[in-house]
């Protein structure tokens, strides 16, 4: 299974160990170093396909060393998403020019982060073109039409494959049945939207045989919610 892979450069034990967590959990392999001679180790013999890289560190700052990988070939096109303090850095920043891809004020939540590195692995063409979409223990093969839970295969209808697909790729956020209609079967289609609650059900059944049925939460009044948080 191709995972993309992030570098994390931060200093802070408490905050590193939360973005290795967060990288985890949204189905994104990880390697942590703590300064900038760290990391180059790292970027040295491995490729990561993003950094997320923490201004203020010890010896060579983040920013600093973001312009040195920029003059490099090799490295200037690896995406990077700086993290800042609010205040002082974060104008300098924005000021800059710095060759950052992205930047991402502390403190932030971890849907904030996975939203942002989703955005700029989308940018540089990472994400597209992927065959596989992974999310926690999810995984949706596009190329091969699998769908499964860690090792387990769901048995899935091409259109309850297809909503999955859409679900995985915009989690956390809340859809109407029409959203989810122009969406998943397209608005040339006229199909009821009670037809919706039929393929949830469905979708929600497989699920549940794995039990993971409150991956599909229903938002009274409004519609449907994919998330792999409660
Ligand atoms: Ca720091």
């Given at each position: ?5 992030i570098?994390?450069?931060e200093?802070?034990?408490a905050?590193r ?5 967060v990288?985890?959990q ?9 300064d ?9 013999d491995?490729s990561?396909?993003?950094i997320?890289?923490d201004?203020?560190?010890?010896g ?8 040195r990988l920029?003059?490099e ?5 690896v995406?990077i ?6 205040g002082?850095?974060?104008?300098k ?9 992205d930047?991402?004020?502390k ?6 982060l996975?939203?942002?590195i989703r955005a700029?692995?989308r940018?540089?063409?990472?994400i597209?073109g992927?065959?596989?979409i992974a ?19 769901l048995?899935?209808s091409?259109?309850?494959?297809r909503?999955?697909?859409f679900?995985?790729?915009?989690p ?6 029409t959203?989810?209609l122009?969406q998943v079967?397209?608005r ?10 039929v393929?949830?059900?469905r979708?929600r059944k497989?699920?549940s045989?794995?039990g993971?049925?409150d ?16």
């Amino acid at each position: 299974m191709s995972r993309l892979n992030i570098l994390v450069v931060e200093d802070e034990d408490a905050i590193r160990a939360m973005l290795v967590m967060v990288l985890e959990q949204a189905g994104f392999k990880s390697i942590a170093a703590t300064d900038a001679e760290d990391a180059q180790k790292i970027l040295d013999d491995s490729s990561p396909d993003l950094i997320l890289l923490d201004w203020m560190l010890p010896g060579i700052s983040g920013v600093e060393w973001l312009r040195r990988l920029k003059k490099e070939p090799m490295y200037r096109d690896v995406p990077i998403i700086l993290l800042t303090a609010r205040g002082e850095e974060e104008d300098k920043v924005r000021g800059l020019g710095c060759g950052a891809d992205d930047y991402i004020t502390k403190p932030f939540s971890p849907k904030e982060l996975v939203a942002r590195i989703r955005a700029v692995l989308r940018r540089s063409g990472k994400i597209q073109g992927l065959a596989q979409i992974a999310l926690g223990d999810l995984v949706l093969d596009t190329e091969q039409h699998r769908l499964s839970i860690g090792d387990k295969q769901l048995e899935v209808s091409p259109t309850e494959f297809r909503l999955m697909q859409f679900f995985m790729t915009h989690p956390d956020k809340v859809y109407s049945r029409t959203q989810l209609l122009d969406q998943v079967w397209g608005r040339s289609v006229y199909i009821e939207e009670r037809t919706i609650d039929v393929h949830i059900r469905r979708l929600r059944k497989i699920l549940s045989e794995h039990g993971r049925e409150d991956l599909v939460q229903t938002v009274r009044g409004f519609g449907y919610r994919f998330s792999l948080i409660d």
